[in-house]
């Protein structure tokens, strides 16, 4: 189609068809570009990396080019940022939902049991929240069979990349404002991303709002970069600083309610009939968050266990854990079922079982510590959204950018961090 330009652009690029000359071409502005503009990471294999500002700094990985991806997806996907902000605000408020659902998962998972401890503790004392400042990210597929988005998982915790996902989609779009036109790519059809801004915005409005309350305090708002893993927690002193945090008056980010209000044993509760409607009162919000729902399922649910042993490539099993590289596939998927099965005991609490998604394939180039690969590649759509809440008086809202990554079909697991993928930008169609 036309442009105003008057590029003629595509709906999607034909990797196979681009002159291997332009790609390393755009492979060297592009590994410059991350130069200049610190879409940058600390190398792992220099020893002073990290250590030495300046020192081992390695581009991070991306994509050389955009994903292509429908309009009308990413916009539903935009438009259901602050619909979960608010249903992980209302499940947060619910602590007798949060023990009770999480409450076979506590005798068999000692990480999760910990947090809710923390979490009674606070109910016990009656602590309220009176600031809620959330900074999440919920992640999609678009299922190739059905065409449908579903949802993946909501992260409640260090929703990490909003800096570097904004610097891939400025890099895509240089890209695409020098050799678009060769490419037959209209650099307008890659949206901006501002997240990073609108997660820094929220985190100063709360700062503002704590101190226009309180006043003379040090500590305003506490944000958790790490904190989701058991491995955070070497020794009891890291689990006693995690205590006094919650405590404090301090602004959590998040709170030990949104933390849980985001494992994967509450995103199974909430698929569940009926349970929405105890935290959303819009009808058509309601409807719009249960219609991108994948499959979920608990490990007491006989019926779809069994379907899982006998096709365990259509399922996938996830413990209450983030980060990446936690969650069981293929046969795996069969031999721990048998096993649960078999043992008899409470450990399938550990676990929820989800559909798996197949999104589309396609050619990507991919590149990592300065190499550009060509593989078959699939793509996850993070949507980032920011929440403030003083008592009763919602501040924000949003829908605050977005995170793609794009990682080789063949790998199950889609971490950046954990090397499994690559960062990526939306190209609209």
């Given at each position: 189609m036309e442009t105003r330009q008057g590029i003629a652009t595509k709906e999607a690029l034909d990797l196979q068809s681009v002159d291997q000359d332009l790609v390393q071409k755009m492979v060297y502005d592009a590994l410059v570009w991350s130069s200049l503009h610190g879409l940058v990471v600390g190398d792992r294999s220099v020893q002073r990396s990290g250590k030495v500002p300046g020192v081992g700094l390695v581009h991070a990985p991306f994509a050389l080019l955009p994903v292509s991806f429908p309009e009308s997806h990413f916009r539903e996907a935009c438009e259901l940022a602050p619909i979960f902000n608010e249903l992980v605000d209302r499940v947060s408020l619910d602590g007798k939902f949060l023990q009770e659902s999480l409450s076979r998962t506590k005798k068999v998972d000692p990480f999760t049991s910990r947090l809710l401890d923390i979490h009674s503790k606070m109910l016990e004392l009656n602590k309220k929240e009176d600031i809620r400042l959330g900074l999440h990210r919920s992640d999609y597929m678009l299922d190739e069979q059905t065409k449908s988005l579903l949802q993946i998982e909501v992260n409640t915790i260090s929703s990490s990349f909003s800096g570097l996902s904004c610097l891939v989609s400025e890099l895509h779009r240089s890209l695409l404002i020098h050799y678009g036109e060769r490419l037959g790519l209209d650099s307008k059809k890659v949206p901006g991303n501002s997240a990073v801004i609108q997660f820094a915005e929220a985190m100063a409005k709360a700062w503002t709002e704590y101190n226009n309350a309180r006043g003379g305090q040090v500590i305003a708002v506490v944000y958790f970069r790490a904190g989701y893993a058991p491995t955070d927690y070497p020794s009891e002193?890291?689990?006693?600083?995690?205590?006094?945090?919650?405590?404090?008056?301090?602004?959590?980010?998040?709170?030990?309610?949104?933390?849980?209000?985001?494992?994967?044993?509450?995103?199974?509760?909430?698929?569940?009939?009926?349970?929405?409607?105890?935290?959303?009162?819009?009808?058509?919000?309601?409807?719009?968050?249960?219609?991108?729902?994948?499959?979920?399922?608990?490990?007491?649910?006989?019926?779809?266990?069994?379907?899982?042993?006998?096709?365990?490539?259509?399922?996938?099993?996830?413990?209450?854990?983030?980060?990446?590289?936690?969650?069981?596939?293929?046969?795996?998927?069969?031999?721990?079922?048998?096993?649960?099965?078999?043992?008899?005991?409470?450990?399938?609490?550990?676990?929820?079982?989800?559909?798996?998604i197949f999104p589309s394939v396609s050619l990507t180039f991919l590149m990592r510590d300065g190499i550009c690969h060509k593989d078959h590649a699939i793509s996850e759509l993070g949507i980032y959204g920011a929440y403030l809440r003083i008592k009763e008086k919602v501040i924000m809202n949003e829908q605050s950018g977005y995170l793609m990554r794009t990682k080789v079909a063949s790998s199950n697991e889609g971490g950046v961090a954990a090397g499994f993928a690559v960062l990526d930008s939306l190209y609209l169609t």
């Open positions: 002193s890291e689990w006693r600083a995690r205590l006094l945090m919650e405590q404090s008056s301090a602004v959590k980010c998040p709170s030990i309610s949104y933390h849980l209000a985001g494992t994967k044993k509450i995103q199974q509760e909430l698929a569940k009939p009926n349970v929405l409607e105890r935290f959303l009162d819009n009808k058509e919000d309601i409807a719009k968050v249960r219609k991108c729902f994948a499959g979920l399922w608990s490990l007491d649910d006989s019926e779809n266990v069994s379907k899982a042993i006998e096709n365990p490539e259509l399922y996938v099993m996830k413990p209450q854990r983030e980060g990446g590289g936690n969650n069981i596939y293929g046969e795996d998927v069969k031999e721990t079922l048998l096993r649960l099965k078999k043992d008899g005991t409470d450990e399938d609490a550990a676990y929820i079982l989800m559909q798996r």
